[in-house]
């Protein structure tokens, strides 16, 4: 079974970081891209980074371009995403989420983790 | 930039009826058209791709069809657990989503 599970939740002040992981389990996690995918509080869903099946090439939304970064470790089944000089509109859901496939399905979403919180405030 | 837009925003509906989901897209893009189901406190689950293949045990009263800029997702009877938001996404063109429809109870 395929699963993915967040951790990281939590609150930060504007400008302070946060990093987010989520740990894959029930398929070959180095042979898939994976994403991320935020959701403001009662908004609708915002695509914002994507990771190679390798590590080598990274994507960002213009939104957080320069401030997140995302990475992976193939030989831990892990993703993650390091939010820097975070701001309040920042504060969200964040979703890891698999990719379907190669090609056309790279931005394809077949698995989603469960979400995390992340909050930022004074 | 592409850009999806769904319509309506929020749909109504009486259990057993039908339910039709539009999702449009400003220039012609090709089939990589995906619908998703998202219910409160949940992630997002895949319900079609290729603008109309269902995913993975998904219900055969979910059906999806359109081509070109026009888009169209269908629930043939609807049942209480299908009272959700549901995102289209332009799938080879950055992932970009469509804003959501909300289908309510009426």
């Known amino acids: 079974e395929v699963q993915l599970v967040q951790s990281g939740e939590g609150l930060v002040q504007p400008g302070g970081s946060l990093r987010l992981s989520c740990v894959a389990s029930?398929?070959?996690?180095?042979?898939?891209?994976m994403h991320w995918v935020r959701q403001a509080p009662g908004k609708g869903l915002e695509y914002i980074s994507a990771?190679?099946?390798?590590?080598?090439?990274?994507?960002?939304a213009d939104s957080v371009k320069g401030r997140f970064t995302v990475s992976r470790d193939n030989s831990k089944n892990m993703l993650y995403l390091q939010m820097d000089i975070l701001r309040p509109e920042d504060m969200a859901v964040y979703y890891c989420?698999?990719?379907f496939g190669g090609g056309d399905y790279w931005n394809l979403f077949d698995y989603w983790g469960q979400g995390t919180l992340v909050t930022v405030s004074s | 930039e592409i850009l999806m837009t769904q319509s309506p925003a929020t749909l109504s509906v009486s259990p057993g009826e039908r339910a039709t989901l539009s999702c449009r897209a400003s220039?012609?893009?090709?089939?990589?058209l995906a619908w998703y189901q998202q219910k409160p406190g949940q992630a997002p689950r895949l319900l079609i791709y290729?603008?109309?293949t269902r995913a993975t045990g998904v219900p055969a009263r979910f059906s999806g069809s359109g081509s070109g800029t026009e888009f169209t997702l269908t629930i043939s009877s609807l049942q209480s657990e299908d009272f959700a938001v549901y995102y289209c996404?332009?799938?080879?063109?950055?992932?970009?989503f469509g804003q959501g429809t909300k289908l309510e109870i009426k």
């Open positions: 990771i190679t099946s390798d590590g080598g090439s990274t994507f960002y």
């Open positions: 220039h012609t893009i090709s089939n990589t």
């Open positions: 989420a698999k990719a």
């Open positions: 029930g398929f070959t996690f180095g042979s898939y891209a």
């Open positions: 290729g603008a109309s």
């Open positions: 996404q332009l799938y080879n063109n950055w992932g970009a």
